[in-house]
């Protein structure tokens, strides 16, 4: 059963719009939340994440949102450019249970037309 | 450079013939995993290590094998590689903290592409 689900598969945006990407989860043992980006030919890389003591976290144009009566998390990318044209990755863990293991959902890829 | 690096990048082979492939980061993490990407199914966890000589299988071990006999080096071995084991694999590392106040991203080296044929 998959703990971590990204429903839309891919996601188009102009450039200088917002860009939501969506994450639900089912496990309420999950305390930390995470968003990587992933590129072509390339490893992921760690993008933003968020305790679930808070309900929002926000890095420059990046910002993410738990809505943890809903087991849900967004991430809100404003405004969004080319070169966020990508593959994001939700995942979750059990920090404080089982230490540095990452359940991830299956991914969006996001492409940001110019 | 702070990296995880992973060998071979590419790498095609038959059904049955044993194959290893390496792992190392220079960061001196504790936490080391593999995952494996394939369409449709995002990243699964194959095998994990918290620390030298100590590792547990994740979601998918089932025709995979690893070691960690130094703290940086983690390599996965195929022993009778088959063709479902065909995807992109990738490594990864990270510092272990102490519980959600102390998380510590995990870092992912460049992947490799296996096919089996």
């Known amino acids: 059963d998959q703990q971590v689900k990204q429903n839309s598969p891919s996601l188009s945006v102009q450039e200088g719009r917002i860009s939501i990407l969506n994450c639900d989860y089912t496990n309420s043992m999950f305390d930390y939340f995470l968003w990587y980006k992933k590129y072509p030919a390339e490893g992921p890389t760690f993008l933003i994440s968020i305790s679930s003591i808070k309900d929002k976290n926000e890095d420059g144009r990046f910002t993410v949102f738990l809505n943890k009566s809903a087991k849900h998390l967004s991430l809100h990318i404003v405004p969004s450019q080319p070169g966020d044209s990508a593959v994001y990755f939700c995942?979750?863990?059990?920090?404080?249970?089982?230490?540095?293991?990452?359940?991830f959902g299956k991914g969006t890829k996001l492409s940001v037309k110019p | 450079e702070a990296q995880v690096t992973q060998n071979p990048r590419y790498l095609i082979t038959v059904t049955g013939k044993k194959l290893t492939v390496t792992c190392s980061q220079n960061?001196?993490?504790?936490?080391m995993s593999w995952y494996r990407q394939d369409p449709g199914l995002g990243l699964r966890q194959i095998y994990y290590s918290m620390n030298v000589e100590a590792t547990d299988k994740g979601d998918v071990p089932e025709g995979y094998k690893v070691s960690r006999k130094e703290k940086r080096n983690f390599p996965l071995i195929l022993e009778s590689p088959s063709p479902n084991q065909t995807s992109l694999y990738f490594c990864?590392?990270?510092?272990?903290?102490?519980?959600?106040?102390?998380?510590?991203?995990?870092?992912f080296g460049p992947g490799t592409r296996l096919t089996v044929l």
């Open positions: 960061m001196n993490h504790e936490y």
């Open positions: 995942a979750a863990a059990n920090y404080g249970g089982s230490q540095g293991n990452l359940i």
């Open positions: 990864a590392s990270s510092l272990l903290g102490a519980g959600v106040s102390s998380y510590n991203e995990q870092f």
